[in-house]
């Protein structure tokens, strides 16, 4: 899994400033912090990570002593990180099937390396204008530092750029407003750096994964936020975001990581469907808003492992004939949202329920967007209350056994609910209980480890792989585990 906690300390460094940005997210005007950004971004000048790399590999030391080699961490041990490679697998063969399948003809193919819509997720400042691009920046610039930072501006001589003044002393003791008035995205604070994320990996705001991408044979949009960080070399001390006012949170924050990531995916989920109800010249919204599994499904009747039609997505409630709305980004956060904001629990509940109601392929515009925006606000309220809770141990044993108790509703959603589950039980499981001082006794967790194998095979493609298999899954095999991780969670005995 993942993840080592860096054993530096950085003294000074938790100063937060005051949420400045209030927001209001049930309407697409709002002012959020990432929408402000990326207003700032776009008339901003780019740099290029290699402008960093001048201080940023070990040339820079912090006032605590601490070495910066965020540049080669980046970079990945053996050159292999991820976001370092973006630019590069544009270039490879996969690309290239993907740019052909999006054209009808020859005539009208672009190589995936020129289209600005992948380019906006794999590469960085390829739409800024030439004159603002310093020297540094690089034609094949991958997802590099200012993707995430912010475009620094400096190189193509902007006065009012963060690199100069990012240097000194008393930056980082400055307050969100000051760094994004000079373009520094504000990554001490967990909730803005996941929403950042997000950007590209759920396609939220301006880009998306759109139905025409995911046919095309682009990767599904799998993602849980912690638990794939073990796929990119972190370059940060996890520390510099523990919560306010609680100076050993250390394990459980990962349990918070988690539960705003949840909380941002369903709060942009919502918002993809407010700007579909806002254009009138489509009909109907993006299929990837619907079920995957409504349509693309195993013909169960014929096999005999069957799922019982009961199980199987007419289970969801829908307008019989059409596909289901999307559950996924409801799946397991339907259990935190309980968790954290009981009081809210019938509304969220009528809210879905409403949500699921009014979709279809002619969908009610006006009901879709009215519960659609109801429920961007409550997960905003979610995202803030999660990024503000200690998630201790009772709370991590709660999610955990909610979670596993509810596989008919994960299981009715299909593979994508099953993955997400799965994904909530490595984080959760693994990566917070089990690294916490109340760990389960050895046998119990060896049982826990091996329900989650079996999990993972009635999920995934294959074992270890982890593509949720549209065509493979099977509900039975995915009940079973399910309940004996509900059962040895429920078993265990807290605070022992
Ligand atoms: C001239 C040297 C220099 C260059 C070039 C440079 N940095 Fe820095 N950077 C520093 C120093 C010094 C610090 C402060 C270190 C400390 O006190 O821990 C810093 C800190 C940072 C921080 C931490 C801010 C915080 O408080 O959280 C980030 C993020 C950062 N740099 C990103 C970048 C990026 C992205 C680039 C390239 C666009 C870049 N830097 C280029 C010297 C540099
Ligand atoms: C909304 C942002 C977004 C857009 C637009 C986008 N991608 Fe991606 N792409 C991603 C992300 C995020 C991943 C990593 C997925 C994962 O593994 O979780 C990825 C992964 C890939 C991979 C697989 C990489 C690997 O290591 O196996 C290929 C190939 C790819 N993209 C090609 C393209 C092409 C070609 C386009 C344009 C037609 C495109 N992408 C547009 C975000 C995007
Ligand atoms: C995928 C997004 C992403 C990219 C790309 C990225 N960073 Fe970061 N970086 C972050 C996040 C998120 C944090 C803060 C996390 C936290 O403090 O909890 C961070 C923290 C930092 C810090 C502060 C680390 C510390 O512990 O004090 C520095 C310095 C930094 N990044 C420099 C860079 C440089 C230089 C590059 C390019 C080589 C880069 N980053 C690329 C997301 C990114
Ligand atoms: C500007 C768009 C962008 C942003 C912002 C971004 N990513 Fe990515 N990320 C990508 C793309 C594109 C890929 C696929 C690259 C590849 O496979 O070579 C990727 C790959 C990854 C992978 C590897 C996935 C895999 O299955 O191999 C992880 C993990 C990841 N990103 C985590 C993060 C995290 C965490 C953040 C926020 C701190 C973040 N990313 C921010 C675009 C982005
Ligand atoms: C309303 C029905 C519908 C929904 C909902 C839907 N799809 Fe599709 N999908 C189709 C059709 C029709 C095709 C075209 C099949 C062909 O070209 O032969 C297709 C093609 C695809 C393909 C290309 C490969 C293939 O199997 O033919 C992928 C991958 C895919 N869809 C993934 C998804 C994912 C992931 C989701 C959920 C986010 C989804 N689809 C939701 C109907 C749907």
Redesign the pocket.
Known sequence: MMKQFFALTLAGAALFAPSAFSQQSGSLSSDSYQELFRADRAARGVDGGASCAGCHAGMAKGQDGHLHLEYPMWQGKRFEG??Y??FN?LNGPQSELIAKALVQSDEEFVEAFKRADCLQ??G?GHATPKKLRSKMWHEREP?SCE??HGHAGTGSGDADGWLGRHTLRDWASKDRREWRKYGMYDTRDVLL?AE??L???HGTATVGFSHHLLGAGHPDISFE?LG??S??PVHWRWERSYLKDVPNEGVWQCARIWAVGQAITLRETMRALLRWSERPSEPRPDLALFSCFSCHRPFYRNEANSTPPSRSPERLPHVSGEPAWNGVSWAVCKQLAYELMPESQAKFDAKILQLFNAMSLRPDRKAVRAAAGELATLADELARKANTTLMDFDKTRNLLIGIAEDYEFIGAIGPYGADQAIRAFEVLYLDVWNQSAQKLPENTHTAVEDSLNTLRKAVYDKENVRKPSLSRFDYKKFEAPMKDLARLWKASDPGS
Do not use: F, K, T
Request: net charge negative; aromatic share 4%.
């Open positions: 991820a976001h490679n973006s697998i997720c794999h960085l997802v993707a995430c750096w950042n994320c950007e590209c990996h936020l794939d960080l796929g990119v």
